[in-house]
């Protein structure tokens, strides 16, 4: 209970720092309650203030530690590699990106080289969603190949 109690006190201070800063955040509880779409909406909208491009900085801390061990600080019960690609791809696809950085990624800590493969694979996620705004794709968009099954029936 002790223990608790310092980690409520030590969320409300970092929460209130943050917000006294203006910075604006979104927690995963906020995820759980509202769902990705909704949360997604939001914070582009407040992404979108004032500019016309979008930086993105992906925090691999996001990931399950399954996924992505080579991080400085792994949390179990992140997201999978299979929910992030599809985010990062509409993200990229909804928005004229300037740049792109991957976070907090130590490849050192991993000597099963998963956090450099998932890496990449986020980045390429993130280069389709950027070819599918320069194609004119929509953000949902799926080539005819990749959803036909073996009788090439779609």
């Not at 980690?7 to 409300?12: N, V």
């Not at 949390?75 to 599809?86: C, D, I």
Request: proline share 6%; glycine share 8%; aromatic share 8%.
């Amino acid at each position: 209970p002790r223990n608790l109690r310092l980690d409520a006190q030590q969320g409300h201070e970092t929460f209130g720092w943050m917000r006294n800063k203006g910075m604006r955040y979104h927690t995963m509880v906020e995820v759980e309650r509202d769902g990705w779409d909704k949360v997604m909406k939001a914070a582009l909208a407040e992404a979108r203030q004032n500019t016309k491009k979008l930086w993105i900085s992906f925090d691999v801390d996001v990931l399950d530690p399954a996924f992505m061990p080579g991080t400085g600080t792994p949390v179990p019960g992140g997201l999978t590699v299979r929910e992030a690609q599809p985010i990062m791809r509409r993200l990229c696809a909804e928005n004229d990106i300037a740049g792109i950085d991957i976070v907090e990624v130590a490849p050192y800590l991993d000597t099963s080289y998963k956090t450099a493969l998932n890496s990449n694979y986020l980045l390429n996620a993130c280069l389709s969603g950027i070819a599918m705004r320069r194609k004119g794709l929509k953000p949902g968009y799926f080539s005819p190949v990749s959803v036909q099954d073996a009788r090439g029936r779609s």
